[in-house]
């Protein structure tokens, strides 16, 4: 299922992801932000399961915002993950 989800806090505006189960694939960051962040943590979270992004990257913040593009991802990822068990 292909999932886009609205970022808060955060230079980024949203994240594009499909969502299989609870393993997440083809993340893209959409609207702004750090471009070496954004092109690193898709990479680094290709095929990971919901549970793994948030324990490696979940809570994770820039500056004084109380969050991040990271943490913004782990978000979402749970929140797909929630909303495909409910529809299932």
């Known amino acids: 299922m292909k999932y886009t989800y609205k970022t808060e806090n955060t230079c980024s505006k949203e994240i ?3 969502i299989e189960g609870n393993v997440v ?4 960051f959409l609207g702004g932000g750090c471009p070496g962040n954004l092109q690193a943590l898709p990479k680094l ?17 820039c500056g004084i915002k109380g969050t991040s593009c990271a943490d913004q991802l782990a978000k979402a990822v749970r929140k797909a993950y929630e909303e495909s068990k409910k529809s299932a």
Do not use: A, H, L
Request: proline share 0%.
């Open 45 to 61: 979270v290709e095929g990971m399961t919901v549970e793994e992004i948030e324990e490696k990257i979940g809570g994770i913040i």
């Open 16 to 18: 594009e992801f499909t």
């Open 25 to 28: 694939t083809n993340v893209k």
